[in-house]
């Protein structure tokens, strides 16, 4: 039988930003995938009253080249700032940053698949030539940190379906999916049209 994912919140604090005052939760856990448990840990930022509504949320997965370097790449960085901008102008609203860089595969695996890119293949074939699967991530914790936030339902900031079956699957009820779809960029136009062909994602309405 599957183990059931486990989180425990470890700190909390005030969170000033440049969207405005969130409060930051910082939570560990664990979750098995392909038979193997591994920890993590996530961040929480939550903006004002979420429990009077279903709040929108934004799960983002860590992304170092374009979070924090601006990469052109993909559109990681748009999207999280896109979030944030979203919530602040809702005044309410919770953030999950999760620790899957690179779809799951991990930072050293993900430049080498930029590399393998650099040579013609597309970011799915990359990874699988690694090894790995096209998309490593389960979702299984940020299902998790919303009940403990003692969030049941919310508006999920998306275009990836995967992420809302999983919080549906851990009891979170998504009552609306809001797009998450931001201006391509010419270097990210075919990292875009692989997400939409390859992985399902929910966006080219632009």
């Known amino acids: 039988m599957k183990a059931s994912p486990k989180v425990r919140k470890v700190a909390e604090a005030d969170f000033p930003t440049r969207w ?7 939570f560990e856990g664990s979750a098995k995938s392909d038979g193997q448990s591994s920890a993590e840990t996530l961040v929480a930022l939550v903006m004002g009253d979420v429990h009077s509504r279903p709040p929108l949320v934004r799960v983002h997965s860590q992304c170092l080249t374009g979070d924090v370097f601006g990469s052109l ?30 779809r799951g595969i991990g930072l050293a695996a993900k430049l080498q698949a930029y590399e393998l890119q650099d ?6 074939e990359a990874n699988e030539k690694l090894g790995f699967k096209a998309d490593q991530r389960e979702f299984e914790l940020p299902g998790e940190v919303l009940k403990a936030l003692k969030l049941h339902e919310v508006r999920l900031l998306s275009n990836n379906p995967r992420k809302v079956a999983a919080l549906e699957r851990a009891g979170v009820k998504v009552v609306e999916r809001v797009s998450c779809e931001v201006e391509p ?11 939409k062909e390859k992985l399902g994602h929910l966006i080219g309405n632009r």
């Open 20 to 26: 405005g005052a969130f409060r930051v939760h910082g």
């Open 73 to 102: 790449r993909c559109d990681c960085r748009q999207q999280l700032e896109m979030a944030l901008s979203l919530i602040a102008a809702e005044g309410a609203g919770v953030l999950i940053y999760e620790q899957q860089e690179g």
């Open 119 to 124: 040579a013609g293949m597309d970011t799915v």
């Open 185 to 195: 960029h010419a270097r990210s136009r075919a990292y875009l049209k692989t997400k």
